[in-house]
């Protein structure tokens, strides 16, 4: 699946600290699968981890990478009321405490994110047509 635009509610997280919570928890180092599943378990609430690319043409960007409550990857556009207005679940302020994060809940437009997210069971929440994983606006 290529990236599509997507609207994130999450907390900035570094490759490092994902890096080390698979390594602490003894978690595969490319399976996104294991380290969501235990995140959940831990915080219940459903969970994104979303690779947010450089735009083309931005060679001295970054990819970046959010652990989210909230992901449509629809191409929906959200206002800035819309946005505002996800629900952020309390549990999952409280993802913090279990994997470094950088700063506070953001809410962001991402032209170029590829979402992964699983159930319980392991499948994929990424659906074809897109549906959001989380709560919505209110």
């Known amino acids: 699946m290529s990236p ?3 609207c994130l509610v999450g907390y900035r997280v570094s490759p490092d600290a994902i890096k ?3 390594v602490q928890h003894d978690l595969p180092e490319y ?3 294991p380290l969501l599943q235990n995140l959940e378990s831990r915080v219940g609430v459903p969970l994104a981890l979303v690779r947010v690319e450089p735009g083309e043409g931005d060679a001295q960007a970054a990819t970046e990478y959010y652990l989210c409550c909230f992901a ?8 800035i009321e819309a946005l505002s207005a996800v629900l952020i679940p309390p549990a999952f302020l409280q993802l913090p405490e279990l994997i470094p994060v950088e700063g506070g809940v953001r809410r962001l437009f991402a032209p ?18 897109p549906s959001p994983i989380g709560s919505g606006p209110a």
């Open 112 to 129: 170029r994110a590829m979402v992964s997210s699983f159930d319980r069971e392991g499948k994929s929440r990424v659906k074809d047509p």
């Open 20 to 22: 080390q919570y698979r």
């Open 31 to 33: 399976n996104n699968r």
């Open 4 to 6: 599509l635009p997507s």
């Open 72 to 79: 449509d990857y629809s191409g929906k556009s959200y206002d």
